[in-house]
């Protein structure tokens, strides 16, 4: 559907037919800009987008592979809860392993919201079982059915219900920066038109005259068409490199990963952004044909 | 090569050209006169497709001009080197790039022959205006400018539009023995003039025919001229 052929011609293209349509210095330099700006601007979505992309993914992977059961008994039952459900989840498919946290850990875990000098003995503190899955992960409902038969004070949690939302988030906010480039593709080529339309305007005599000699309306196009592609082409170039240092700058994610300090390209995604030139230079092309063939075919 | 059957121009309701039956035979020359506003101009502008006849029929090349499309007519017009009333310039380009842009537009594959421009400026007289640009041209150099230009290409058709209008005598002379040459190479002339001596001139050395432009039609002129 893209005609690079046409495209890479565009830049081999001979200087002297270039020279057929007066350089018009105001709209080159605004083509150049605009597309160096929306350029800028897409190398930060696609790092947004690649970002929350890998958050997402590992939240996932986290999360998913663990959960835990809670018992709420009576002091007298809980022994016996904690074995029963032990039990179940020896025997279901899907439970790497699974072992009762020892008070020490759950109090390390309570720590934050209670304070260290947390007295568990006298408080009835609901016991917790560590549950490790394996990759397919147990079929959960079928567990919870048979954990409320064997051990009615037991509760599954896989995380889920914290989880699912996160995951959405994160998913929505790739999505509004796959959006936003798309968003951006479109006004660069609105913009471009805007351009070429006011240049192929202005030079309306040279068109004529060179109608009178026999040129050809694709010839006439391709004179304006090379100049925006290879202006679109430059500046997205510039644009580009400038925000691809610019990230590269940012604050290295911590250990954490916390969000904001990740984003940034990793490993190979540093190739992505180098697709926005080209991809800059095929929007001016067909933003730039259409018009002119538009604004040629108006003009008598 | 031109060929008008009972057609008729107007411009907006305004008869120009009427019952014009008229044939360009291919290595004819015909010199074309009649009163300023009499339509000179409007019937080139027909020959080259710039304008439609109003009525009647009309063939450029053997093809109805009705039936012409844009690649069409920018066809026609690499065959016909025209030296237009006003010249019709690119302004930003120097002399010898206006003069060879009928070979740069017309996507041929072949490079300039610089040695060919460069006779060809001397002999319109402009060897020395290579590298000027149209606006430092005087009214006669750029008509010989736009001379070049119309026959740069080898047309089989010149059309040419008062090309020396603005040039002495002995230019004038000089510019016509250029399409005199053309001629008698094969190619068929058009071209307006008032100069009565200019026509003299030229039927002395080849069988030129006259046509007049009078109330509207195009007629043959008698051999007083
Ligand atoms: N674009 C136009 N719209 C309306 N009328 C026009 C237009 N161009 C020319 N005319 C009219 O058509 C008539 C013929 O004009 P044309 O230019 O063909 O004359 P001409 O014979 O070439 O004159 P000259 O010898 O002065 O060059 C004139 O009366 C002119 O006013
Ligand atoms: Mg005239």
Redesign the pocket.
């Known amino acids: 559907m893209v005609d690079v052929s046409g495209i890479v011609a565009l830049f081999q293209g001979d200087r002297q037919a270039d020279r057929v349509v007066p350089p018009s210095g105001f709209t080159a330099r605004l083509t150049s800009f605009t597309a160096g700006a929306m350029a800028f601007l897409t190398v930060f979505a696609l790092a947004l987008s690649l970002a929350t992309g890998r958050l997402a993914d590992r939240w996932n992977a986290e999360l998913a592979r663990t959960s835990t059961v809670r018992i709420s008994a009576p002091e007298g039952q809980m022994a016996a809860q904690s074995e029963a459900v032990l039990n179940v989840l020896r025997t279901t498919q899907g439970i790497k392993t699974a072992r009762v946290m020892g008070d020490k850990e759950q109090r390390k875990l309570l720590e934050p919201w209670f304070g260290p000098d947390l007295p568990l003995d006298s408080l009835p503190i609901p016991r917790l079982i560590e549950v490790i899955e394996t990759d397919d992960g147990p079929d959960n409902e079928s567990l919870r059915l048979r954990l409320s038969a064997e051990a009615p004070g037991a509760v599954l949690d896989d995380h889920t219900r914290w989880r699912r939302p996160l995951v959405q988030a994160a998913g929505r906010i790739r999505l509004m920066g796959l959006l936003s480039i798309l968003l951006i593709a479109g006004s660069t080529a609105a913009m471009i038109t805007l351009a070429a339309q006011s240049a192929l305007a202005a030079n309306g005599q040279v068109i004529t005259v060179l109608r009178l000699i026999g040129a050809r309306d694709v010839y006439i196009a391709r004179a304006f068409v090379r100049r925006f592609t290879v202006r679109a082409f430059m500046g997205a170039l510039v644009g580009t490199l400038l925000a691809m240092v610019a990230t590269y700058f940012l604050p290295a994610a911590a250990e954490e990963g916390a969000f904001l300090t990740g984003l940034g390209f990793r490993g190979a995604h540093w190739l992505l952004p180098l697709l926005i030139p080209p991809m800059a230079a095929i929007v001016a092309f067909w933003a730039t044909r259409l018009a002119a063939f538009r604004v040629l075919k108006r003009l008598m | 090569m031109i060929e008008l059957k009972n057609a008729a121009f107007s ?2 309701g ?1 008869d ?1 050209l009427m019952d014009m039956d008229l044939r360009l035979a291919p290595g004819s020359f015909h010199f074309l006169t ?10 080139m502008k027909l020959c080259y497709k710039a304008l439609q006849p109003t009525t009647g029929l009309m063939r450029i090349f053997e093809q109805d001009v009705r039936a012409m499309d844009r690649d069409d007519v920018a066809r026609v017009r690499r065959r016909i080197g025209v030296v237009h ?1 006003d010249c019709q310039f690119l302004d930003h380009l120097n002399v010898a790039e206006n003069v060879t842009l009928p070979v740069q537009v017309s996507e041929r594959d072949e490079e300039i022959d610089e040695a060919h421009l460069m006779d060809l400026l001397g002999w319109v007289g402009l060897a020395d205006h290579y590298d000027a640009m149209p606006a430092e041209l005087s009214g006669g150099e750029r008509q010989r400018a736009a001379l070049a230009r119309a026959v740069i290409m080898s047309p089989d058709l010149i059309i040419a ?2 090309p020396t209008g603005n040039v002495d005598w002995e230019m004038a002379q000089r510019l016509l023995s250029l399409l005199i040459e053309l001629n008698k190479m094969g190619k068929t002339i058009l071209l ?1 003039t ?1 100069d009565l001596n200019l026509i003299r001139t030229a039927k002395q050395q080849v069988a030129a025919r006259v046509l007049r ?1 009078q109330d509207h039609r195009v007629v043959l002129a008698g051999a007083d001229l």
């Open positions: 411009y907006g305004r120009i009649g009163p300023s506003g009499s339509g000179k101009t409007t019937l009333q539009d008062e307006a008032h432009i």
